[in-house]
């Protein structure tokens, strides 16, 4: 029988496992890293290039390079999150049949199942590499991708050889990760910002039974909102020195997305971080006009607060499903003492504690209903900026929570919002 591997098909990078002597690991790429950027690029010479070899072309040929499209998988063309990625994105998109979605790229149009397809098949391929044979999969998804969503990524599948065994949401994966097998009896919560997607999910664990208590999300909402977001500090700074604004070329702004992609991992493990803009416009004689970009943690942390006031937005919303309080108090790290504002970052680097109680239930139970009243659900605290997730669980009665932390975001300094690498669960 053919082996079954597990693919995190994330919207930023692609992630596949395989079980390997009895234990189950990832599987790297030619050139030993442990996932690869799920990037599609249609080389002019009709070769299609996946990977990190796809995401260096997009620096020179963004229109017929691909990205991100998992945030479009199955929605409507007319909808609020396909108008955004068309005002963004350098490659071309169209209206379909039945007002679906497609790409163009070298003259030719791929569905947004087509172009997974290419990443999926990519996966297969490295699975493949040790000359086994591989034709089943299990990949997940995020928990609030709706029907045709996940139909779509099941299409991809099938399209790249695969017959997916299952379609398994994210943080049920990562859950199983976490506690499948170990017979603990404790609740979690797990926070998952990614690339382009973002959903937090609270789990009752009981030996091998896993409960999910409700799952929330925003599936366009991520890393590459943050990038943007550095994207545009950057076009603004150039204007402001030299009058262009790189803004007006997709292909230009394409360069500026990168570097804002580098100065955000560099801003994992230093305070400042400095990148060099070239070649975005030409003055006299077409010299280049350079310019030097510095951004500070601080700075970061302050651009990024919107984006994490909405991530703490879907928090509340999961814990009102769970009929659980959340109590949000954000604390000046160094100051001790604590304010009124629920997630909001107004000055310096700010740490949000993060825990909850449940609501009084009524007669018949419930969520939560088998455990005490008092108590019963307490996250571990978790920051973002310079601080570090913490690493034990803060018991309260009989309830416990850990946050796992996982999705494309994660590093192990632990600055929540300055990296983009690989999917892990921290405990």
């Not at 990614?194 to 999300?217: I, K, M, P, R, W």
């Not at 604004?245 to 580098?262: G, H, K, N, P, T």
């Amino acid at each position: 029988m053919s082996a079954v591997i597990g693919i995190d098909l994330g919207t930023t990078n692609t992630v596949v496992a395989a079980v390997r002597d009895g234990r189950a690991m990832a599987l790297p790429t030619e050139t030993g890293e442990r996932l690869f950027p799920s990037v599609v690029s249609f080389h002019p010479n009709g070769s299609v290039l996946v990977g990190r070899e796809a995401k260096r072309r997009r620096l020179q040929d963004a229109a017929n390079t691909v990205y991100s499209t998992k945030r479009l998988i199955g929605r409507s063309y007319d909808s609020e999150e396909v108008r955004k990625a068309r005002s963004r994105s350098a490659f071309v998109i169209q209206e379909g049949p039945g007002r679906g979605v497609l790409v163009e790229a070298r003259g030719e149009t791929y569905t947004l199942s087509e172009i997974s397809a290419f990443v999926l098949k990519e996966a297969k391929r490295i699975a493949e590499s040790t000359g086994e044979v591989v034709d089943r999969a299990v990949i997940t998804v995020p928990a609030n991708f709706n029907d045709l969503q996940r139909a779509a990524t099941k299409v991809a599948g099938h399209i790249a050889g695969l017959e997916v065994q299952r379609i398994l949401n994210e943080p049920t994966a990562a859950a199983l990760a976490y506690g499948y097998g170990k017979g603990n009896q404790e609740r979690i919560a797990v926070f998952d910002f990614g690339g382009g997607t973002f959903d937090v999910t609270l789990l009752d664990l009981a030996g091998s039974v896993f409960e999910v208590l409700a799952t929330a999300g925003d599936t366009f909402l991520g890393g590459d909102d943050i990038d943007l977001a550095i994207a545009e500090r950057m076009a603004e700074r150039y204007l402001k020195t030299h009058r262009y604004d790189a803004r007006a070329d997709r292909q230009v702004f394409e360069r500026l997305l990168a570097s804002a992609e580098e100065i955000k991992i560099r801003l994992s493990a230093s305070d400042v971080a400095t990148v060099q803009l070239q070649e975005i416009a030409f003055g006299v004689g077409g010299k280049s006009l350079d310019m030097p970009f510095s951004m500070t943690r601080l700075e970061l942390e302050q651009l990024a607060a919107p984006l994490v006031d909405r991530a703490l937005g879907v928090c509340r919303e999961a814990m009102g499903i769970a009929r659980l309080a959340p109590i949000l108090r954000s604390s000046h790290r160094g100051r001790g003492n604590d304010t009124s504002s629920a997630g909001s970052s107004q000055s310096g680097r700010v740490f949000w504690t993060f825990t909850a109680r449940p609501v009084e239930r009524r007669r018949g139970g419930g969520v939560g209903s088998g455990h005490s009243s008092v108590g019963a659900f307490r996250a571990t605290s978790w920051r973002y900026g310079s601080a570090k997730i913490p690493t034990k669980n803060h018991r309260s009665g009989i309830g416990g929570a850990t946050i796992l932390w996982r999705g494309d975001d994660c590093r192990p300094r632990g600055c929540a919002f300055a990296f983009d690498t690989t999917a892990c669960a921290r405990r």
